[in-house]
T-cell receptor, first 116, second 111 residues
Framework: GAVVSQHPSRVICKSGTSVKIECRSLDFQATTMFWYRQFPKQSLMLMATSNEGSKATYEQGVEKDKFLINHASLTLSTLTVTSAHPEDSSFYIC????????????FGPGTRLTVL | RKEVEQDPGPFNVPEGATVAFNCTYS??????FFWYRQDCRKEPKLLMSVYSSGNEDGRFTAQLNRASQYISLLIRDSKLSDSATYLC????????????FGSGTRLQVQP
């Protein structure tokens, strides 16, 4: 299957700093990328959907000014958590989907963010 | 009400047992249905799609009942390696293209 990478896999930062997470589709062009967040023992919750070259669509309750998403190319999307706080500590997972075939979503390995 | 509801478990079963997971979804316009598997601290991985006619993949059988908005997964002859969290996932409806995940059912297969 297609490969999606995320970087970094783990990050620990101080409260108030900003953290950027990269999501790359390695062997296909991702017309759409999704960002999910998963708190312990909870389901993956969709944060936003982004299409290459256009603004991301955020889910209700997700602050677009806090979670900045950039989908600058067909293989790269970034999520920046601005002024991170301890309550932002979570598992962030991206998912990418191409335009070919059934449009299966492929998931990245996730980024575990811990804000001290 | 959650869009996708699952029994959180955990289900603790011995090796070789048959175990069934159930899931209900609230959006009748949902179009596609899946079971994903998620290991601890890992990303979810597609286990199988679910069709109304029922489908089987080795020891795994999935079933969809659109009228009842109910999805099931049956695992036969459980292996230790089946221990994971099983996520019921739906897609579509109300213009949504993203996947909507249930909170998962944890399975622990014991020797």
């Amino acid at each position: 299957g297609a490969v999606v990478s995320q970087h970094p896999s783990r990050v620990i930062c101080k409260s108030g700093t900003s953290v950027k997470i990269e999501c790359r589709s390695l062997d296909f062009q991702a017309t759409t990328m999704f960002w999910y967040r998963q708190f312990p023992k909870q389901s993956l919750m969709l944060m936003a959907t982004s299409n290459e070259g256009s603004k991301a669509t955020y889910e209700q309750g997700v602050e677009k000014d806090k979670f900045l998403i950039n989908h600058a190319s067909l293989t790269l999307s970034t999520l920046t958590v601005t002024s991170a706080h301890p309550e932002d500590s979570s598992f962030y997972i991206c998912s990418a989907r191409g335009s070919v075939g059934a449009g299966e979503q492929f998931f990245g390995p996730g980024t575990r963010l811990t804000v001290l | 009400r959650k869009e996708v509801e699952q029994d959180p478990g955990p289900f603790n079963v011995p090796e070789g047992a048959t175990v069934a997971f159930n899931c209900t979804y609230s959006n009748s316009a949902s179009q596609s249905f899946f079971w994903y598997r998620q290991d601890c601290r890992k990303e979810p991985k597609l286990l199988m799609s679910v069709y109304s006619s029922g489908n089987e993949d080795g020891r795994f059988t999935a079933q969809l009942n659109r009228a009842s908005q109910y999805i099931s997964l049956l695992i036969r002859d459980s292996k230790l390696s089946d221990s994971a969290t099983y996520l019921c996932v739906v897609k579509g409806g109300m213009g949504r293209r993203a996947l909507t995940f249930g909170s998962g059912t944890r399975l622990q297969v014991q020797p």
